[in-house]
């Protein structure tokens, strides 16, 4: 099913666009591994996050980490429906402008 082209102005900033691509084909992927791979520190990483999170387009969780002796938990994100939504809406009017 082809999605509803939508331009969305909270998903077209470049971080945001970049980290919903990753996130698009994933179940889910761990905060570290997306922040080595789209190369941004972790407080950009984060505050990118928290602001898709805050619209609905992304859900985090957090558990206790196998690979680690300390109390450190790891982090991972995933793309909610909606935000799966509001991503395929907005390559749909990508494309459209781009006259795909």
Not at 6 to 30: K, Q
Not at 43 to 54: G, I, P
Not at 61 to 89: C, H, M, V, Y
Request: with cysteine.
């Amino acid at each position: 099913m082809r999605a509803e082209p939508r331009f969305d102005e909270a998903i077209h900033a470049p971080t945001r666009l970049r980290l919903c691509a990753m996130l698009r084909p994933l179940s889910e992927a761990d905060f570290a591994a997306i922040a080595a791979t789209l190369e941004l520190s972790e407080a950009n990483l984060s505050k990118t996050v928290r602001n898709l999170v805050e619209i609905g387009y992304l859900v985090t969780s957090k558990q206790a980490s196998p690979q680690r002796a300390d109390a450190r938990q790891t982090t991972t994100i995933k793309l909610t429906a909606q935000g799966r939504r509001a991503f395929d809406g907005h390559l749909a009017a990508l494309r459209a402008m781009a006259g795909e």
